[in-house]
Structure formats: C-alpha cells, structure tokens
C-alpha cells in the first residue's frame, strides 16, 4: 500500500511543472543535512502568512519554555501541498506542518507521519476529549491519531454597511434567511457593485451550507453514494447559479480570476459569506474597517441555520530526525494554553473546548461572535472521505458550466453524481 501510495505522489509531483519554484524542500543530501545541522530547531510548515503573527508569538513562548527554535516556513496554499508532496517522494517532509482533512488518509495510508497515540496517551496537556469530536476524529485512521487539531472554523455574512445605507435597507441579523439575501441583493445590485459574491470553488464558503440547511447533501454518511443528484442538493445550487443568472453575483469570468476577499475589500461585491479563517486579513483592510459589518449566515424559511465546519490538525513527519521536538511543540500547541493563546493572539478559532471566546473580540471594531453563535445552531462537517480532492475537483468543473449558462443545474449536478459515485466504488 505505501508503495502505491508513494507512486501516485511521485506521479503528482513529476506532472507539475517548475516544482524548484515551489518553495518546498528539495529531496537532496542538502536538505538532510541543514536539518541534522540544527538539532535544537525544527520547521514548522503553514500555508497561511495572516496567521504567521500569532503563531509566531505562540512558538516564541515555547521557545522560551523549552530552549527548542522554530522556523516557521510558509507556503501559500497552491503550492502547499506540492511541497508536502515533493517532501514525501524525497524524503524530507517538514518536521511539523498543518495537515487537511482532505489530504490526511493519503499520507496516513503511506506511512508518511508520526503516529502520536502513544505521546497522548502519556500526556497530561493532551486529551483527545478536549476537542470536537468530528475534528478529532478526522485525524485518526486505523485507530491511530496522527494530528493533534488545530483550529475550526465556521462561516458568517460579512456586508458592506455603506451599500445597505446607501439603499436603505436595514443590516442582516439573526431573523435573515436566504430569501432576504437573495431579495437584498437584488436591491444592492448596481454599475458599481453587485449585491452578492460567490465563487465556484467557494464551496465550504457558499453553496454547501445551504445544500445541507436545504436537506440535500453533498456525500452520504457512508461515502459510498453522491448526493449531487438529490433535488433538495441541486436546488441548493440552482440558488447561487440564480444569483449570477439575475445579475445579483458577478459571474465566472470575474469569479475565477478574484477571489470573494478582493471583491469585498474594493467594495465591489456588497455581501459574502466568509469562513472564519479570513477574518484576519478582512479586518486587517483600511476599506473593511470603514464600511463592513459581520452578521450570522441566514437561515431557511423553516428555521434551519447550517454552517459547514472543518478544522486543520498539526502533524509530524513519521521520519522526522526531532521526533521528540516535534511532538513537544504539537503538544504545546494543541494544549489549553496554546490553543487559548491562539484565540487571544487573533490567529483563529480554536479546536480545544471553550477556547475561542477572547477570538470574538481580539479586532477592534468588529463583533466577530456570530461565528461563535452559529455553533449553537447545526454544524455540519466538511463532506469528505479517502480521497475527497479527486470528486471534489471533478464537481467544480462540471459546475463552471452551470454556471456559465451552457447546461442547467440539474444536469451538471446528475453528472457529477454519475463520475463521484465511479470515484467512490475505486475507494
């Protein structure tokens, strides 16, 4: 299994062109021997520089605990996992790095990381219990943990307060349901801005809160069956192909160039739903400051308010040459004290239990809580299984024509249906 595996990353790696100019660690000599050159350090990979700030003071605090130095080295997310991937087939993986739940079985079935159940269970700081249950769980195969949790997140409305006033409208609250976006959009809607922005591959962000606050859903709990054909599922996303249909959303050729941030903070778009992650950089934005507010994602006509949740966990590389390191640091970052300081350093909701509450107000200005308040209501996880990028990919292209207009909502999601559930049945 781990040569099949090994073979599939090599194949990935190999059909990317320009891999040197992705930032990873090469598979050379050269790279072994800077870590063996440095036994009191240990990287720490991240795809996110919003995030750096606070992890940084985190890791600065542990350095001062325990005399062990971190770099942290960031790659953006496009070239995240070809890094990672690159370190597999060569052998020089990151000492720890933030793992995906879309990406975990792939290196956990390869050997790839540290199996860290016996460090827990001789841990005072470390209680699997500690965290959310489906986070935790994510990052466990065969019964083995291989990440500690890092974070979760979950989605909220931001809008534009300037674009509401402008048009009279009163701001989106708690009694908001998807009708009253769609209506309000319509109103926003102008030459200078569209009411709503969503993009295609937004899909934690956008059309797969409303697929499962609809009733449909995106993969049963199984993972054997698509629920891409269900009409409670393709009418979710008729609903957001509607938008751009009528005008309210900018459409794919604008969408798949810039990025629903971009959009909002040049006041181009007057609403989107935004995952908890983006926070930082939103409240970071001098235009943001001025004219945003954030608001709990709507609700149906019955009632039901869904956010999709997910979280990343730190993980070790199973041939890490500071195994001992390694752990100590994802130790003192999946701890209450590391994970509170991760809220109150503005890095992100926390997985730890009743951590994230100073999260809420860590940006002057902004009332962040309606992303804690949502978890009051129905979470839902992120739809995945073994191998969740290969369908997941796959539906985003079909979708573009739907989106375009070429084919109708209804026969893009059967098609997709068709092609996830051959992908399944090879799972």
């Known amino acids: 299994m781990r040569r099949r595996v090994l073979a599939t990353l090599l194949v990935l790696v190999m059909s990317i062109a320009a891999l040197a100019g992705c930032g990873g660690k090469s598979g050379d000599n050269s790279a072994n021997n800077e870590k063996q050159e440095k036994p009191d350090g240990i990287v720490l990979a991240i795809w996110d520089k919003v995030q750096e700030p606070g992890i940084r003071k985190i890791c600065d605090d542990f350095t001062a605990e325990t005399g062990i130095e971190v770099d942290i080295q960031i790659t953006p997310w496009d070239q995240y996992w070809t890094m990672l991937e690159a370190g597999a087939t060569g052998d020089s993986l990151p000492d720890v790095f933030w793992m995906h739940v879309r990406e975990i079985e792939k290196y956990a079935r390869a050997d790839m990381l540290l199996d860290l159940t016996e460090n827990i269970d001789a841990s005072d700081k470390i209680s699997m219990d500690n965290y959310f ?33 402008e048009a009279g409208l009163a701001y989106p609250d708690d009694s908001w349901t998807w009708e009253d976006l769609k209506e309000a959009a319509a109103t926003l809607s102008n030459d200078e801005h569209k009411g709503f922005g969503s993009r295609i591959k937004n899909y934690q962000e956008g059309w797969y809160n409303l697929i499962y606050g609809n009733g449909g859903y995106v993969i049963n709990e199984v993972k054997d069956k698509s629920g891409y054909d269900d009409p409670k599922t393709i009418e979710a996303i008729d609903f957001f192909v509607d938008l751009v249909k009528d005008g309210s959303s900018p459409d794919n050729t604008v969408t798949a160039e810039t990025d629903n941030i971009a959009l909002f903070e040049s006041g181009a778009i007057s609403m989107s739903l935004m995952g908890s992650w983006t926070a930082g950089e939103l409240t970071g934005n001098d235009y943001v400051k001025e004219h945003a507010g954030v608001a709990i994602i709507p609700k149906t006509e019955d009632g039901t308010r869904v956010s999709i949740y997910n979280g990343l966990g730190y993980a070790a590389a199973a041939n890490t040459t500071s195994p001992d390191e390694a752990w100590s640091l994802i130790e003192y970052l999946g701890s209450e004290t590391g994970q509170k300081k991760q809220a109150e350093y503005g890095v992100t909701l926390s997985a730890y239990k009743g951590a994230s509450d100073q999260w809420a107000d860590h940006a002057e200005g902004f009332d962040l809580s309606p992303y804690i308040d949502v978890m009051d209501e129905t979470l839902v996880f992120y739809p995945h299984s073994t191998n969740t990028t290969a369908w997941e990919d796959m539906s985003l292209e079909s979708l573009v024509k739907a989106w375009n207009g070429e084919v109708s909502t209804e026969e893009a999601c059967k098609e997709i249906a068709d092609k996830m559930n051959a992908l399944l049945a090879e799972e």
């Open 133 to 165: 249950t489906d986070v935790a769980q994510a990052y466990n195969y065969n019964g083995k943990q291989y990440a500690i949790p890092k974070d979760i997140d979950s989605i909220a409305l931001w809008y534009n307060k300037t674009h509401f006033d």
